[in-house]
């Protein structure tokens, strides 16, 4: 995937919090003003990345998400990870981590989802 720019993110962003839209709608919901040309030029771009697709209804075109947020997020976070930090998801975290002010209670929320994700998984499928 390629890199995807303000304009872009801000439009997926859209689409993943209210779901099919029309440009009209993109639009008023942006963060900032964005012109119609420019965004019917961002959501053919987002076409291309095949991240976005489209359907008619009468003259309207209505646009939707076709990857999830969660899977872009990913797909970003292996990129910047090769660029920052030899590839490692991992050492790009602490390196988040290290650079942002993050709060006493980002912290606490960060060591929760750590010490959760680590626990050994029950396999309920074993038999007893």
Not at 25 to 32: D, K, Q
Not at 68 to 95: E, P
Not at 100 to 105: A, D, F
Request: no cysteine.
């Amino acid at each position: 995937m390629d890199a995807l720019n303000p304009n872009e993110l801000e439009t997926l962003r859209i689409l993943w919090e209210g779901g099919e839209q029309k440009p009209p709608e993109i639009e008023g919901a942006f963060s900032w003003a964005i012109d119609n040309g420019t965004l019917r030029s961002v959501l053919r771009v987002l076409m291309d990345k095949d991240l976005v697709d489209r359907r008619r209804v009468g003259k309207a075109y209505y646009y939707r998400v076709k990857k999830s947020r969660d899977g872009v997020l990913s797909r970003m976070a292996r990129q910047m990870a090769r660029v920052f930090s030899d590839g490692s998801t991992a050492g790009l975290i602490a390196q988040l981590i290290k650079t942002e002010k993050l709060s006493p209670r980002e912290l606490a929320e960060l060591r929760r989802i750590a010490q959760s994700e680590s626990k050994p998984a029950i396999d309920k499928s074993r038999k007893r």
